[in-house]
Every structure is written in structure tokens, then in C-alpha cells.
């Protein structure tokens, strides 16, 4: 993992072409090589500038940063409506503002795509682009004109730009807006260097496995720690519902449980989907489960923050939310794919974006979804469904439109699915 490093950094320094492509799987350590690179360049005195795509992922970096390098001016280039987050205010060489001119003492400034669009002066010899696959080619043009030389740091697995406007008209144009930031470096750049991060620190052997083979075919990873490093245990033991006991027993011994309900088409803000998270939530954290891994030989209490719960829709986010209120898991995280995405947990709880519908729409299928859904636990994942999907699935065969000029996507929605839905109907 060192020798890989070593090898981007050594590409990212020398002065050839415009930029060095990074391809990550789910933990592969992308944040540690962003803050080191960010770090080694500012060190040797050059001023850098590093692109996100969300506040989140900016503040996160912001912390990572000022943790490592407590020396290191900061900049954090935001909006007037931004409200500065406790984890980055609490370090004291880092300056918030909206004018990139308030920055000029900043070694890195850091803000995302959005905001740098909007900056029409100033220019910085390199900058770093994390979650490059998130961000829109057109985003990467608007920003361009401001560094000469980029590193661009993303995984390919997980979710593509996304668009609330129809998009088909521009498919297979070399100016395609919906094409990620990396495919149109690529593709008007074929000889840049790309690097691929090999190992997952996150991924448990048990998840590593599913995951590479079904969303990550061509390019395998595997996890970094082995079977007997991690173990996930409960310290209480009490009288309570022997269905959802055995999904997490399930969870806790295999890394993997099918939490399935009867087999029923129901609207998206399913009631007995919705009831059945909040209760497996609520139930996990009262047995009290106890992490065991390489970073806590000892044990560590798993306690509300490393907790999340994914869905596909914001109403069914907002329906958990709800039902989680007045628990003792009501502050557990509860988000979307796209807002879970570059974040970690000891236990997941997610919805199948297929549960209970009559269709396979392009959007529920999109295998990107589902890989970041299940990608985001260090040691178990459940997954709630209602019985049925297989055969959704064989009555919706993969027909996504075949555009010129566009390459077509291996494993596509439809393939990722059937592979977790064997791994999962397969005794996990």
C-alpha cells in the first residue's frame, strides 16, 4: 500500500501532463492519500487547491488535514449561508470565507465544486479533485482555468453525477455534462497515469468479497485485515423478538443478514419496511454490541454514531427519521445513498432499493446505489426487503439504451443486484 502511495506521489509531483487518475474501492484509504498528498505538497511550499463535491466531504477533509498538520494555514472557501461545523472551527489555522482573496495565507484551500465554479480569479500550479467520479465534466471545466495539474481521486464503483433534468440528448458527445470528471479527463487524455488503490481497510474479509465481485469485476480488490481481526458481540442478552434477534445473530456471525418481509407491492414509504428498521436498530443497540477489530484489540462500545441506516429516497429517510424519534437509536445517521457516500460505519441497516415496487427503473437499479449502500460497514451489514425481488428482476431483464460513443458499464444494475441477492439468498 506504502510502494502505491509512494508511486502517485511521485507521478503527482513531476511536471507531466495535466494529471494523475487514482481509482479507489469502498476504504481503500482515498481521505489518508488526499490529506498526505495536500500535506507533502504544502510542506514543500506550494500552494494547493483541493475540490470536493460536498460540504460534508470538505469539512471531513478539513479535519483530517488540520489534525495531521496542526501548523497548516487552512483555507475553507464556503458560501454566505454556510455555517461552519464544530470539526472544522476548532482548529485555529483554518480561515473561513467566501472570497478565494481572504485565502492568500492559506497553504491548501479547500471548498467544492460548486463554490470553485464561482471564483474568476486566482490560479494554483496543482489541486487535488476528491470523489472525482461524482463530479460532472461540466463542473470540471468551470474549474479547470484555475490549476495547471491534478490528482483525481475517486471510486468508479459507486454513484454517477446525477441530474433531476432529462440528460439523453447529450449522450455520446465528447461534451457530455453527465459524464464524470475522470471519464472526460480520460477521454481526451488516454496516456494519463492511473493508479489503482488495491486493498479495503474498511470491508471486512466477509463483505470485500461480495462487493469486488459484484460491483468491482474488472479491477479486484481485497480487504486489509483478516477474518479473525474483526468480531462484532453483544454484551446484553434480554427476552425480545426472536425474528429480528436471529437476522442480527445472523449479522453479527456472517458480516451479511437478509432481514426479508412477505412478498407485497407497496408504496415507496413502505410501513412495515420502515418498522422493521427502526426495530432492528432499536433492538441492535439495546444488546449492546461490542466492536473488536485491529484499531480496538479490547473492544469498543458501538454506540449511536457508528450506526447508519440507508434508503434511496429522502421521503423514506424522512419516514425512518420518524420512526426512530423518541428511541434509544434516534440519533443514529439516516440518509440517502448519495449523502452516505466516503462515510464509515460498524453497522449498517439499509432498505433494497427494490423493495416492494412492481418496476425496475434505471434508477433503482443503478448498481452504483446499491455498492454504496452496502460498502459503508466495517463489520456487518443488514439488508431489509420484501420477498419478490429475483423475480422483479426476471420479468425487468437488464434493456438500458445502447448509445454511440458511450462505453456500456460492467456489471450493469441488473447483474450487481442478481450477485447480492445470491450472496445474501445463499445462507447469509
Not at 38 to 57: D, H, K, S, Y
Not at 279 to 305: K, M, N
Not at 354 to 380: I, P
Amino acid at each position: 500500500m506504502t510502494t502505491v502511495i509512494d508511486d502517485i506521489l511521485r507521478d503527482f509531483g513531476s511536471a507531466a501532463g495535466r494529471g494523475v487518475v487514482v481509482d479507489s474501492p469502498p476504504g481503500a484509504g482515498k481521505s489518508t492519500l488526499v490529506v498526505r498528498a495536500a500535506r507533502t505538497l504544502a510542506e514543500a511550499g506550494e500552494r494547493l487547491m483541493v475540490v470536493a463535491q460536498t460540504n460534508e466531504q470538505v469539512d471531513d477533509l478539513i479535519d483530517r488535514l488540520a489534525t495531521a498538520a496542526p501548523t497548516l494555514a487552512i483555507g475553507r472557501l464556503s458560501a454566505s449561508t454556510y455555517v461552519p461545523a464544530q470539526r472544522v472551527i476548532k482548529h485555529g489555522t483554518v480561515t473561513v470565507s467566501g472570497a478565494v482573496g481572504d485565502m492568500a495565507a492559506s497553504a491548501v484551500t479547500i471548498g467544492t465544486a460548486a463554490k470553485w465554479a464561482t471564483v474568476t480569479d486566482g490560479s494554483w500550479e496543482r489541486a487535488i479533485v476528491d470523489e472525482a467520479y461524482q463530479m460532472r465534466s461540466d463542473m470540471l471545466l468551470r474549474v479547470a482555468g484555475r490549476f495547471s495539474r491534478a490528482l483525481f481521486v475517486g471510486d468508479p464503483g459507486q454513484l454517477d453525477p446525477f441530474s433531476v433534468v432529462a440528460v439523453e440528448r447529450w449522450a455520446g458527445l465528447s461534451w457530455d455534462p453527465m459524464q464524470s470528471a475522470v471519464a472526460v479527463l480520460l477521454r481526451h487524455n488516454p496516456d494519463l497515469p492511473v493508479h489503482r488503490l488495491p486493498v479495503s481497510w474498511r470491508l471486512p474479509p466477509s463483505a470485500a468479497e461480495v462487493v469486488s465481485s459484484a460491483f468491482y469485476p474488472f479491477t479486484p480488490f481485497q480487504a486489509g485485515t483478516k477474518p479473525a481481526d474483526r468480531r462484532l458481540e453483544f454484551s446484553a442478552r434480554a427476552l425480545g423478538d426472536a425474528t429480528l434477534d436471529a437476522t442480527l445473530e445472523t449479522a453479527r456471525r456472517t458480516g451479511w443478514a437478509l432481514h426479508e418481509l412477505p412478498a407485497r407491492h407497496t408504496v415507496r414509504t413502505d410501513r412495515e419496511a420502515v418498522a422493521a428498521i427502526a426495530d432492528l436498530v432499536t433492538r441492535l443497540l439495546q444488546l449492546g454490541p461490542v466492536a473488536y477489530s485491529e484499531h480496538a484489540p479490547d473492544g469498543r462500545p458501538v454506540t449511536v454514531d457508528r450506526v447508519a441506516v440507508g434508503a434511496a429516497h429522502r421521503d423514506q429517510v424522512a419516514a425512518i427519521r420518524q420512526a426512530l424519534a423518541g428511541t434509544v437509536a434516534a440519533d443514529v445517521t439516516v440518509d440517502t445513498a448519495n449523502r452516505l457516500q466516503g462515510r464509515e460505519y460498524d453497522v449498517t441497516v439499509i432498505l433494497h432499493p427494490l423493495s416492494g415496487r412492481r418496476d425496475a427503473s434505471a434508477f433503482h437499479l443503478e448498481a452504483g446505489r446499491l455498492c454504496v449502500l452496502a460498502s459503508r460497514h466495517r463489520h456487518a451489514c443488514i439488508v431489509v426487503a420484501r420477498a419478490g425481488i429475483a423475480e422483479l428482476l426476471d420479468t425487468h431483464p437488464s434493456a438500458e439504451p445502447v448509445h454511440l460513443n458511450v462505453p456500456v458499464r460492467f456489471p450493469d444494475g441488473w447483474e450487481a443486484n442478481q450477485a447480492m441477492l445470491a450472496h445474501l439468498s445463499g445462507g447469509h
